[in-house]
C-alpha cells in the first residue's frame, strides 16, 4: 500500500490565522481524500482532490474556508482558513488504492 | 439515508477474554465494507475489506465476518497490544467512491 506523510505533524494556532497542511504520497494515485476528526468524533469527509481537476466538496464545507491543491499525482495541500476553535481538529489525508482507502498520520491542529 | 452504526463505543476486556465488536449498516447498494485499526494520534490503519454476504476474513487475532446487515469484528484471545479504536466504513455504490464511518469502538485489553 502507498506510504503517504503530512506535514505538519500539529500545530497550536491563534483565531483568524490559516494553516496550510501538505500530504505527500510515494507513488501516483488518482483519488485523494481530505477528513476531518473532532475530537471523539469519527471521520467525515471534507473533500475529494483529484490530479487536474477542482476539488469536490461535502455538504457543509466550503472552498474559501478549505481551499485544496493538488498539483501531481503525489501531493494535495489542505488549507484551514479564519481558524476558530471549532476548527481545532485532527486532519487526514486518504489515498484510493482498488476500493481501499488508506490514511495518512494526520495533523493535530489546535486553535486557540 | 446512508448510515453505520458501531456497538459497543467502549469495551474492556481482560487478556484472553475473547469478544465480538458489531457495525450495523443502512445503505441502498454496499460496494464494500473496511474495518480499521486507530491509535491513539495516529492515523487509521487499515485491517480489511469485505464485499459480499458470508465473507470472511482473518488476520492473526482478528476476524472480520459480514452479513446483508452487519459486520462483526471478532477478538479471540486478545493482549493488550489490540488496545485501540477499531473504525468501520462502508461505501455505497454511488460511483464516488465516499466512504461513510461508524463512530468506532474503543477496545482496551487489561493485562
Known amino acids: 500500500s502507498a506510504v503517504i506523510s503530512q506535514k505538519p505533524s500539529r500545530d497550536i494556532c491563534q483565531r483568524g490565522t490559516s494553516l496550510t497542511i501538505q500530504c505527500q504520497v510515494d507513488s501516483q494515485v488518482t483519488m485523494m481524500f481530505w477528513y476531518r476528526q473532532q475530537p471523539g468524533q469519527s471521520l467525515t469527509l471534507i473533500a475529494t482532490?483529484?490530479?487536474?481537476?477542482?476539488?469536490?466538496?461535502e455538504s457543509g464545507f466550503v472552498i474559501d474556508k478549505f481551499p485544496i491543491s493538488r498539483p501531481n499525482l503525489t501531493f494535495s495541500t489542505l488549507t484551514v482558513s479564519n481558524m476558530s476553535p471549532e476548527d481545532s481538529s485532527i486532519y487526514l489525508c486518504?489515498?484510493?488504492?482498488?476500493?481501499?482507502?488508506?490514511f495518512g498520520p494526520g495533523t493535530r491542529l489546535t486553535v486557540l | 439515508e446512508d448510515q453505520v452504526t458501531q456497538s459497543p463505543e467502549a469495551l474492556r476486556l481482560q487478556e484472553g477474554e475473547s469478544s465480538s465488536l458489531n457495525c450495523s449498516y443502512t445503505v441502498s447498494g454496499l460496494r464494500g465494507l473496511f474495518w480499521y485499526r486507530q491509535d491513539p494520534g495516529k492515523g487509521p490503519e487499515f485491517l480489511f475489506t469485505?464485499?459480499?454476504a458470508g465473507e470472511e476474513k482473518e488476520k492473526e487475532r482478528l476476524k472480520a465476518t459480514l452479513t446483508k446487515k452487519e459486520s462483526f469484528l471478532h477478538i479471540t484471545a486478545p493482549k493488550p497490544e489490540d488496545s485501540a479504536t477499531y473504525l468501520c466504513?462502508?461505501?455505497?455504490?454511488?460511483?464516488?467512491?465516499?466512504?461513510?464511518f461508524g463512530t468506532g469502538t474503543r477496545l482496551k485489553v487489561l493485562a
Open positions: 466504513a462502508v461505501q455505497p455504490f454511488s460511483g464516488t467512491y465516499k466512504y461513510i
Open positions: 469485505l464485499y459480499s
Open positions: 482532490a483529484n490530479q487536474g481537476s477542482e476539488a469536490t466538496y
Open positions: 486518504s489515498v484510493r488504492e482498488g476500493d481501499t482507502q488508506y
